[in-house]
């Protein structure tokens, strides 16, 4: 049996990753393909107060339990089933519960930072980079943070000066040399998503 396909989807906040990753996700048959967020594996805060919590950079690398994902990632590429953590966004904390994710034939691999660190990025065997402009991903990003992640808009607004626009300047940005593949316009680009559908669906059942 040949090895699960590794497809990682990184871009700017509100790029349209997300997006990409579930349309492609929903045209392959059930069971072909699995989603995991790097979201999912912000590092454990519960040891912090509520205050110091959102003090916390959560776009830098260092916010982001990496080497877990690595290893969940080369489990799933040996056959093996991982319990992936779920983040509780709301109170910048790692909840209790868990996703267990079966492997699939093939595994997308999504967040801003996931080209940023070489034992990641060397667990994938394509890198897609979702390119938008900077006013179209600040708005998404405002309604994302105040519709599903129970945020204020001052502070969406107070964290996107302080740490979201300086981080993506310096870390994602730049991790862009590292994609095979250069994706406008996010999941709009009808043309660019069906030729990825292409080449996974020949490279996965090959």
Known sequence: MSKPLVVGIAGGSGSGK???AHRLGAAMNEGRCVAIEHDAYYRDQSHLTHDERIGVNYDHPSSLETSLLATHL???REGQAVDVPIYDFANHTRSTATRHV???PVI???GILVFVEAEL???MDIKIFVDTDADIRLMRRIRRDLEQRGRSFQSVRDQYY???RPMHLEYVEPSKRWA???VPEGGNNKV???VLLGQLGRLAYS
Request: charged share 30%; no cysteine.
């Open 108 to 110: 997308i691999v999504e």
């Open 192 to 194: 660019a998503l069906d």
């Open 180 to 182: 095979d593949l250069i």
């Open 74 to 76: 080369r489990a799933l």
């Open 162 to 164: 302080a740490t979201v």
């Open 18 to 20: 997300t997006t990409v």
């Open 102 to 104: 079966e492997p699939a």
């Open 121 to 123: 990025r060397d667990l």
